[in-house]
């Protein structure tokens, strides 16, 4: 099992930028992907961005795109997201995603990811 721990959730202005942050710990050495995802209330949880341990592959949802930047890294088994031009409809609680199973595509979807971290609150005032 892989440990996540998140952490730059906070409180910014429409137009404003944040770096949130997840620290992954235990069996690392297994992962082979990281993703971020988003749940806003009254609404499911959705996917926001991935990146792939192995190829470095990054598919991001299309609402996002051009403004949030995924990266890792390797020796610190952390991986960030830097959300720049916020706008309230980015307010949700972000969460982490870890996938332990062997693939060169960071998966997109919650059901092929295997440990969660607890999220962190991102909200966005207009």
């Known amino acids: 099992q892989v440990q996540l721990v998140e952490s730059g959730g906070g409180l910014v202005q429409a137009g404003g930028s944040l770096r949130l942050s997840c620290a992954a710990s235990g069996r690392t050495f297994s992962l082979y992907a990281m993703g971020w995802f988003r749940q806003a209330p009254g609404k499911e949880r959705e996917f926001v961005a991935a990146?792939?341990?192995?190829?470095?592959?990054?598919p991001y949802t299309d609402s996002v795109k051009g403004r949030f930047t995924i990266s890792r890294d390797n020796a610190k088994h952390t991986v960030y997201l830097q959300m720049n031009s916020l706008k309230p409809e980015d307010t949700a609680v972000y969460y982490c995603?870890?996938?332990?199973?062997?693939?060169?595509?960071?998966?997109?979807?919650?059901?092929?990811?295997?440990?969660w971290g607890q999220g962190t609150q991102v909200t966005v005032s207009s």
């Open positions: 990146i792939s341990w192995i190829s470095g592959n990054t």
């Open positions: 995603a870890a996938d332990r199973a062997p693939s060169m595509v960071a998966p997109t979807t919650e059901y092929e990811y295997d440990d």
